[in-house]
């Protein structure tokens, strides 16, 4: 199927999307940038740390470049508790970002790790205030189950650290949690190349959000462009239904009748 093709869309929190890919807004030159990153990437979902909106400013306010149709991800970077991850998404949703949030709750300054336990408390506590919650985790299927039940509409389990652009070093994490959680599995953080983020997509994941490797780019814009395209083609092919790996060759033509079978 074309991802394209409303039977393909994305559902999270009982939205449907034509995109599986997400951006976020940090690292740019320029906020400038940001809507033609948004259309390059085709991205219609974006997320934004309430800690860099300034909604008293007349100008150079984030929220000013992220076009009305996208949905907004406040994310609660910087909460180092549950309960100040909390208190971020209550904010953000009283001065109008809505009621969807990306849960981060990182106690750990040196490898910017999330802390499991205290993002399932945060969860919790905001599904029952109906948040549309988007944890960010490590690639832990315990934590990704424990969230699954504890409501969360999607699951956003890392490749790699924040911002390393080392790919998918969780690799083995990553597929269980794909194959065993039932909400959406959306990787984020450490995916560096479109490559990456097709083989992501290659795996079963539903969506991949990248900021970093798109900002730090030569080329953003570019780079965003390119993403787009690996996302498609990673969930084209899944769609397709991979062959399955061999220990043995197998010759994809048959050798009888051709060489051995002349008189």
Known sequence: MNPTDSRDALIIGGHEFDSRLLVGTGKYASDDMIPEIIAASGSRIITVALRRVDFEAATDNVIQHIPDDMQLLP???????AEEAVRIARLARAAGCGNWVKIEVIPDNKHLLPDGHETVRATEILVKEGFVALPYINADPIVARQ??????????????????NRGLTTREMLQII????KVPVVVDAGIGKPSQACEAMEMGADACLVNTAIASAAD?????RAFAAAIRAGRDAWNAGPGAMRTR??????LTGFLYEQE
Do not use: C, F, H, K
């Open 75 to 81: 994310n609660t970077s910087g909460a180092r508790t």
């Open 147 to 164: 969230l699954e039940a504890a409501g969360a509409a999607a699951v956003m389990p890392l490749a790699a650290p924040i911002g390393t």
């Open 178 to 181: 794909i194959d065993e959680i």
């Open 220 to 224: 953003p814009v570019a780079m965003a």
């Open 249 to 254: 060759a197998a010759a994809s033509s048959p």
